[in-house]
């Protein structure tokens, strides 16, 4: 599971670089930063992702849970943590919300199809003599 990091960030700079006509890098941030949060976001993730999956259900269902999860505290619960601090709504954060939403849950699938593909070569590698 640890090359599944880099799709993970692969899926979050994808989706930046969709999002954001004007460029990969969100207001003033650089690079690095960018990159070095990807990074800590996907860790968390596939954490997440091993410990769902460990109750024996499905890789899909334990991606999807994975990414909802995380995308209930990057989306509505922040926005409402935002309102009951007194700050006023920002215009488009319920979009953002929806789009997290959307990568979220493909970044839960990216994690199910590699721990399909690593479980899978597990069990090549068993049965060769």
């Not at 979050?12 to 960018?34: C, D, N, Y």
């Not at 949060?37 to 499905?58: K, N, P, Y």
């Not at 994975?66 to 619960?77: D, I, Q």
Request: hydrophobic share 55%; charged share 10%; aromatic share 10%.
């Amino acid at each position: 599971m640890l090359w599944a990091l880099p799709l993970v960030i692969l899926v979050s700079a994808l989706h930046q670089a969709l999002a954001a006509p004007a460029g990969p890098v969100p207001r003033g941030l650089s690079a690095l930063t960018v990159i070095g949060f990807w990074g800590l976001e996907a860790i968390a993730l596939t954490a997440l992702f091993l410990l769902l999956s460990e109750r024996g259900g499905s890789f899909v269902v334990s991606g999807l849970l994975t990414g909802w999860t995380a995308w209930l505290f990057r989306g509505p619960v922040a926005i409402l943590s935002s309102a009951t601090a007194g700050l006023p709504p920002r215009p488009g954060d319920w979009s953002f919300s929806l789009r997290a939403l959307a990568l979220y849950s493909a970044t839960g699938l990216v994690l199910a199809a590699a721990a399909w593909a690593s479980s899978l070569r597990r069990t090549i590698e068993k049965k060769e003599p």
